[in-house]
């Protein structure tokens, strides 16, 4: 079994900053990439940010330059910080890892339970 749990949701004012951790737990081989996706209320669950074993990330346009996705190998956790937050970033946030549980088989994808992320005045 493994498990995700995120943390560091919040409210926050326009232009403020908050940083959100997920970690991981239970029978792990190994973990390849790690990611968070959002998803607003009405709208589909949208992809935020990634970042793979070797350290490369990626963003969405919506967030470049704002966020900054980092991972510590060692405790198996990812983080999103979080700057200049605008109200269109409120979201509920979800973690997810592509993560091995046994070495004779590939990757399987886990999500976390989401942290609500509100930006208002």
């Known amino acids: 079994q493994v498990r995700l749990v995120e943390s560091g949701g919040g409210l926050v004012q326009p232009g403020g900053s908050l940083r959100l951790s997920c970690a991981a737990s239970?029978?792990?081989?190994?973990?390849?990439?790690m990611g968070w996706y959002r998803q607003a209320p009405g709208k589909e669950r949208e992809w935020v940010a990634t970042?793979?074993?070797?350290?490369?990330?990626n963003y969405a346009d919506s967030v470049k330059g704002r966020f900054a996705i980092s991972r510590d190998n060692a405790k198996n956790t990812v983080y999103l910080q979080m700057n200049s937050l605008r109200p269109e970033d409120t979201a509920v946030y979800y973690c997810?890892?592509?993560?091995?549980?046994?070495?004779?088989?590939?990757?399987?994808?886990?999500w976390g339970q989401g942290t609500q992320v509100t930006v208002s005045s």
């Open positions: 997810n890892a592509n993560i091995r549980s046994d070495p004779r088989l590939g990757g399987y994808n886990y």
């Open positions: 970042v793979n074993s070797g350290g490369t990330t």
């Open positions: 239970g029978s792990i081989f190994s973990i390849n990439a």
